[in-house]
């Protein structure tokens, strides 16, 4: 069970922090990732990691801006948001998979809730 956190109301330049706590112990292999969804449009890949190695993954639109990291003792996966833009308002969503390719959804077996992230302009 995934567990995000850490949304809200921000101005454009602002930054957040999401967080993103797994109840079990994620072991090697399994990759965790950022996913979200505006209104109207389809879910989109943001950042991923590896649980092992921490390897990064981003999409163009947050590369260099977003940041995807994990704490293993935690069991969490923080994605740092600065300079955000109005674009960057949707929901926000943690999920790990363990197989397929990492940029696609339909790969992700376990999926958190969602936490609303709106910039303003």
């Known amino acids: 069970q995934l567990q995000a956190s850490g949304g809200g109301l921000v101005e454009a330049g602002g930054s957040l922090r999401l967080s993103c706590a797994a109840s079990?112990?994620?072991?090697?292999?399994?990759?965790a990732g950022w996913f979200r969804q505006a209104p109207g449009k389809e879910r989109e890949f943001v950042a991923a990691i590896t649980w092992t190695g921490g390897s990064t993954y981003y999409a163009d639109s947050v590369m260099g801006r977003f940041t995807i990291s994990r704490d293993s003792a935690k069991n969490t996966v923080y994605l740092q948001m600065n300079s955000l833009k109005p674009e960057d308002t949707a929901v926000y969503y943690c999920?790990?998979?363990?197989?397929?390719?990492?940029?696609?959804?339909?790969?992700?077996?376990?999926w958190g809730q969602g936490t609303q992230v709106t910039v303003s302009s």
């Open positions: 079990g112990r994620l072991s090697s292999g399994y990759i």
């Open positions: 999920a790990v998979k363990n197989s397929g390719s990492l940029y696609l959804v339909t790969s992700y077996a376990y």
